[in-house]
């Protein structure tokens, strides 16, 4: 990656400065410590392959279905905050 005209850079100047002295001060953009994580919370719902998580105050619904023929596995992620 250059730096040079930053066509080809993936963050900007400034958003890596802000990302740099961030790091540098042990701060994150949501407030919680570089060790904190969110709590998780997975459950198993009623269906076969119906998975229930919860990060945080975000919630994830996940279906999942598995052909053994094939060696196929198809997910499928819905957000259900």
């Given at each position: 990656?250059?730096?040079?005209?930053?066509q080809?850079?993936l963050?900007?100047?400034n958003e890596?400065n802000?990302?740099?002295s961030a790091?540098?001060?042990?701060?994150?953009?949501?407030?919680r410590?570089?060790?904190?994580?969110?709590?998780?919370?997975i459950?198993?719902?009623n269906?076969?392959?119906?998975?229930?998580?919860r990060?945080?105050?975000?919630?994830?619904?996940?279906?999942y279905?598995l052909c053994?023929?094939?060696?196929f596995?198809?997910?499928?992620?819905?957000?259900?905050?």
């Amino acid at each position: 990656m250059s730096r040079g005209s930053g066509q080809d850079d993936l963050v900007s100047l400034n958003e890596r400065n802000f990302i740099l002295s961030a790091v540098a001060e042990n701060k994150r953009i949501d407030g919680r410590g570089p060790y904190d994580f969110r709590s998780l919370k997975i459950t198993f719902g009623n269906e076969p392959g119906r998975v229930n998580v919860r990060l945080g105050q975000t919630k994830y619904e996940l279906f999942y279905q598995l052909c053994h023929f094939t060696h196929f596995c198809v997910f499928s992620f819905y957000l259900i905050n």
